[in-house]
């Protein structure tokens, strides 16, 4: 993590190995989620977070396969974006336990600023059979 990044962190969840969906044969994912302050505006933070993921050799095809980082912004605050390219809170965050277990690991009473409800609240009620299990400490 490199000095801004680490400056701006509040908290780190836990590593998580979880079962990719609908990708028979891909090796189990890692997954956390990183809560963060941020001078950037919510498109700048979508240009960073991809081209980080550039620089770790993702190639994104529109098609779902194994990828070598993917990062996703859950929330922005308690705003709500929707334009092209952009949509915040993440639209399928709510049906994801992958991302759910980690977040609620570190910020369990979030809310969910369409929904109203606690992440807490949304892990309970995940419809997702995926398995999630906590592998490692958060990275520091």
């Known amino acids: 993590m490199d000095f801004l990044a680490a400056a701006f962190t509040r908290s780190v969840a836990?590593?998580?190995?979880?079962?990719?969906?609908?990708?028979?044969?891909v090796p189990w994912f890692l997954n956390t989620v990183v809560e963060a302050n941020t001078l950037?505006?919510?498109d700048e933070l979508l240009e960073t977070?991809?081209?980080?993921?550039?620089?770790?050799?993702r190639n994104r095809t529109g098609r779902i396969e194994s990828r070598t980082l993917d990062i996703d912004i859950i929330f922005y605050g308690d705003r709500?974006?929707?334009?092209?390219?952009?949509?915040?809170?993440?639209p399928e965050f709510r049906n994801r336990r992958f991302v759910l277990e980690p977040l609620a690991e570190i910020a369990p009473d979030i809310i969910d600023?369409?929904?109203?409800?606690?992440v807490r609240e949304l892990l309970e009620c995940v419809?997702?059979?995926?398995?999630?299990?906590?592998?490692?400490?958060?990275l520091r």
Request: charged share 15%; proline share 11%; glycine share 10%.
């Open 14 to 25: 836990s590593l998580y190995s979880t079962e990719p969906k609908n990708m028979a044969g």
């Open 40 to 42: 950037l505006s919510a």
């Open 49 to 57: 977070c991809l081209a980080v993921e550039e620089e770790n050799l």
């Open 80 to 90: 709500i974006i929707k334009k092209t390219g952009l949509a915040i809170p993440h």
């Open 113 to 118: 600023p369409v929904t109203g409800k606690t």
């Open 127 to 138: 419809n997702d059979p995926g398995t999630v299990q906590q592998s490692g400490p958060p």
